[in-house]
């Protein structure tokens, strides 16, 4: 499956944005979906995964409560709402898929399909 992350840009803190994550080739809803972010310095760490289905959804506890995570398997794509957007959530974001059929998890191991990325600043 190829992916493409866009939506990223310049927000205050406070604010909101829209990262909208499109797949192309295999059938979409074969793959759990999971979004990451990396910021300058720092390792790819996790932000939120979901289900095949959307059924299930799990979040990092920096950004639990702020962002949502949200999938259209008719429309082949993942979307993840930022809300209330803080400085330290400035970080190039990258959406991600399992091999079919895995469950969704917090490693980035465990993904070895990766979208380009989408850079997402807030300033202060």
């Known amino acids: 499956v190829q992916l493409q992350a866009f939506g990223g840009g310049l927000v205050q803190a406070g604010g909101s944005l829209r990262l909208s994550c499109a797949a192309s080739?295999?059938?979409?809803?074969?793959?759990?979906m999971g979004w990451f972010r990396q910021a300058p310095g720092k390792e790819r760490e996790f932000v939120a995964a979901?289900?095949?289905?959307?059924?299930?959804?799990s979040y990092a506890v920096s950004v639990k409560g702020r962002f949502t995570i949200s999938r259209d398997n008719v429309k082949n794509a993942v979307i993840l709402q930022m809300n209330s957007l803080k400085p330290e959530d400035t970080a190039v974001y990258y959406c991600?898929?399992?091999?079919?059929?895995?469950?969704?998890?917090?490693?980035?191991?465990?993904?070895?399909?990766w979208g380009q990325g989408t850079q997402v600043t807030v300033s202060s």
């Open positions: 991600a898929a399992p091999k079919p059929y895995a469950v969704p998890t917090s490693y980035p191991g465990n993904y070895n399909n």
């Open positions: 979901i289900g095949r289905s959307g059924e299930k959804t």
């Open positions: 080739g295999r059938t979409f809803s074969v793959y759990a």
